[in-house]
């Protein structure tokens, strides 16, 4: 069974740092491009980033181009977000999602909160 | 950068109706657009990939078509635990984008 699970939200500064963890299990984690999306309280689902099986390739929603970084760790089956010059726009639950093929959010974690604010 | 566009914002039907979404695209992304459903507190998922393709294990009732900038998402008898917030999703040119959402409940 897939399994996606984040860490590492909380509250923080604007202007603050957080890295965020998914660590997943049940597929083979280094086969799959996996992704970042996220959605603030009461809003809609937003892209915020994809990594491909092998770090390859790298994209950023233009939101949060130049602040945010993906990684991943094939060995530890896990991917990893880490948010740099928070803003309190970017408060929202962040969820991991796998791509079993380009474009498509086929499994997701339960999210994990991140609030900015002062 | 694409935008969606989703009608209508929500609806409210009866158990057993046919249930209609459209999801509009501001430019041709061929039929590169996925269908998700999103209950209170919890994650989406899933529902109908590249317009008309059906998740494993999605209830048939669940269908969708369309290409180029329109598309269509159906529930032909809708069912209480159908009530949710749906949302379509473009990936065309390295660009993911998500509509609105459609928030369905029972009338």
């Known amino acids: 069974e897939v399994q996606l699970v984040e860490s590492g939200g909380g509250l923080v500064k604007p202007g603050g740092s957080l890295r965020l963890s998914c660590a997943a299990s049940g597929f083979t984690f280094s086969s799959y491009s996996m992704n970042w999306v996220r959605q603030a309280p009461g809003k809609g689902l937003e892209w915020v980033s994809s990594i491909s099986s092998s770090s390859s390739y790298i994209y950023y929603a233009d939101s949060v181009k130049g602040r945010f970084t993906i990684s991943r760790d094939n060995a530890k089956n896990s991917l990893y977000l880490q948010m740099n010059s928070l803003r309190a726009e970017d408060t929202a639950v962040y969820y991991c999602?796998?791509?079993?093929?380009?474009?498509?959010?086929?499994?997701w974690g339960q999210g994990t909160l991140v609030t900015v604010s002062s | 950068d694409i935008q969606m566009t989703q009608s209508p914002s929500s609806l409210s039907a009866s158990v057993g109706d046919r249930v209609t979404i459209t999801c509009q695209a501001s430019?041709?992304?061929?039929?590169?657009l996925n269908w998700y459903q999103q209950k209170p507190g919890k994650a989406p998922k899933l529902l109908i990939y590249?317009?008309?393709n059906l998740e494993t294990g999605v209830p048939s009732r669940f269908s969708g078509s369309g290409s180029g900038t329109d598309f269509t998402f159906t529930i032909s008898s809708l069912q209480p635990e159908d009530i949710a917030t749906y949302y379509c999703q473009q990936y065309d040119n390295l660009s993911f984008t998500f509509g609105p959402g459609t928030k369905v409940d029972i009338k």
């Open positions: 999602a796998q791509s079993r093929t380009y474009g498509d959010y086929d499994y």
């Open positions: 590249d317009a008309s």
């Open positions: 430019q041709d992304i061929s039929n590169y």
